[in-house]
């Protein structure tokens, strides 16, 4: 079906068919079993000490401001990560502001944190609970001078909703977010983070455009404040040189099949750096089950996608599942599990 309603939904501008896949998922009307698979036990793995039924995530990004999570659930994915979620409702940067590039089954976006706010974000969380894990990103407003303050005043509000929290720091579409990665910065905003002791998993979302040298003082880091997991990775600015698309120049993040190997070789070195003690999910070109067991065999405890669905469609979850349990298969591994950092 998918195949067959693509052509029109690509002839929309991106922005318009991601608000048309909201609207369509807002009306529930997926049915429960619909996307259920056989051998799905084999799925079935812990992160953060939580039993999930697969490793497969939605990235945040696409459900911004937690309005279609449990309808995710329903198209089988195993966990789901909204926002970024801000203090104060923003609108984002100017438009157009999201692009395809279909020869590089790509995507840049310059978004810039556009969601509906912490307070109402919070009311529509607590009139519908989640049903699976659910992962909150947040970040700080455009126009915050200390953005730090941001991070600790969506932490202190919105964590009793969440089953796991993501300290976006990464997303190059906020002046001066990416100085958080440096030693000093970091450190003054951890220490400010755990001091509010908050009970719920805490994890980094990383950029791939760090230089290699940057991932020891992040480990450092991460291993003195007891960070539960690294998100791994958010967009780049970088790899344009062998884009095909012509909108291939567009300022902004660069997501899909060109973050795929420099995702990956991240993963392994945090794997690595990390002796195994922090959770790692992985993203960045996740499309298939090949995919997804590149990254997992890398170090990941579990994935996430967000640009595979654009080109795939709603049943990426499902075929991503199928595909991976006959990877299990063949290589005669029983559980995901046992695959989490087999080619490091």
């Given at each position: 079906?998918?195949?067959?309603?693509?052509?029109f939904?690509?002839?929309?501008?991106?922005?318009?068919?991601?608000?048309?896949?909201?609207?369509?998922?807002k009306?529930?009307?997926?049915?429960?079993?619909?996307?259920?698979?056989k051998?799905?036990?084999?799925?079935?793995?812990?992160?953060?000490?939580?039993?999930?039924?697969?490793?497969i995530?939605?990235?945040?990004?696409?459900?911004?401001?937690?309005?279609?999570?449990?309808?995710?659930?329903?198209?089988?994915?195993g966990?789901?990560?909204?926002?970024?979620?801000?203090?104060?409702?923003?609108?984002?940067?100017?438009?157009?502001?999201?692009?395809?590039?279909e020869?590089?089954?790509?995507?840049i976006?310059?978004?810039?944190?556009?969601?509906?706010?912490?307070?109402?974000?919070?009311?529509?969380?607590?009139?519908?609970?989640?049903?699976?894990?659910?992962?909150i990103n947040?970040?700080?407003?455009?126009d915050?001078?200390?953005?730090?303050?941001d991070?600790?005043?969506?932490?202190?509000?919105?964590?009793?909703?969440?089953?796991?929290?993501?300290?976006?720091?990464?997303?190059p579409?906020?002046?001066?977010?990416?100085?958080?990665?440096?030693?000093?910065?970091?450190?003054?905003?951890?220490?400010?983070?755990?001091?509010?002791?908050?009970?719920?998993?805490?994890?980094?979302?990383?950029?791939?455009?760090?230089?290699?040298?940057?991932?020891?003082?992040?480990?450092?880091?991460?291993?003195?404040?007891?960070?539960?997991?690294?998100?791994?990775?958010?967009?780049?600015?970088?790899?344009?040189e062998?884009?095909?698309?012509?909108?291939?120049?567009?300022?902004?993040?660069?997501?899909?099949?060109?973050?795929?190997?420099?995702?990956?070789k991240m993963?392994?070195?945090?794997?690595?750096?990390?002796?195994?003690?922090?959770?790692?999910?992985?993203?960045?070109?996740?499309?298939?089950?090949?995919?997804?067991?590149?990254?997992?065999?890398?170090?990941?405890?579990?994935?996430?996608?967000?640009t595979?669905?654009?080109?795939?469609?709603?049943?990426?979850a499902?075929?991503?599942?199928?595909?991976?349990?006959?990877?299990?298969?063949?290589?005669?591994?029983?559980?995901?599990?046992?695959?989490?950092?087999?080619?490091?």
């Amino acid at each position: 079906m998918f195949s067959i309603i693509r052509p029109f939904i690509f002839n929309l501008d991106p922005e318009m068919a991601h608000d048309l896949a909201i609207k369509s998922l807002k009306l529930n009307l997926i049915p429960n079993n619909i996307f259920q698979i056989k051998d799905e036990d084999k799925l079935e793995t812990k992160v953060f000490g939580q039993k999930i039924r697969n490793p497969i995530g939605l990235a945040a990004g696409f459900d911004k401001s937690a309005e279609v999570y449990n309808s995710f659930f329903k198209l089988g994915f195993g966990f789901v990560e909204v926002g970024t979620i801000t203090p104060r409702r923003q609108l984002g940067n100017p438009k157009p502001r999201v692009f395809r590039l279909e020869k590089d089954k790509a995507l840049i976006n310059r978004l810039g944190f556009n969601n509906h706010g912490l307070d109402l974000i919070i009311k529509r969380i607590s009139k519908n609970p989640p049903k699976e894990m659910l992962g909150i990103n947040i970040g700080p407003n455009s126009d915050t001078k200390d953005k730090s303050d941001d991070f600790v005043e969506c932490l202190s509000k919105i964590h009793k909703f969440a089953n796991y929290l993501t300290i976006n720091i990464s997303s190059p579409n906020t002046v001066g977010l990416r100085d958080f990665h440096e030693k000093k910065s970091l450190d003054f905003l951890l220490n400010k983070i755990f001091k509010l002791k908050i009970p719920k998993p805490i994890c980094l979302k990383i950029s791939p455009d760090i230089d290699y040298k940057d991932v020891s003082q992040i480990i450092e880091l991460a291993k003195k404040f007891n960070i539960n997991g690294l998100i791994i990775s958010n967009t780049t600015i970088e790899n344009r040189e062998e884009l095909k698309d012509t909108k291939k120049s567009e300022e902004g993040g660069l997501s899909g099949q060109p973050l795929k190997h420099v995702s990956t070789k991240m993963i392994k070195e945090f794997y690595k750096g990390t002796n195994k003690k922090i959770t790692i999910i992985g993203v960045g070109g996740v499309d298939s089950g090949e995919s997804a067991f590149e990254k997992i065999s890398a170090g990941a405890s579990a994935i996430q996608l967000y640009t595979g669905m654009i080109f795939r469609g709603p049943t990426i979850a499902r075929d991503i599942k199928n595909e991976l349990i006959s990877i299990l298969k063949r290589e005669n591994i029983k559980n995901v599990s046992d695959a989490v950092g087999l080619n490091t």
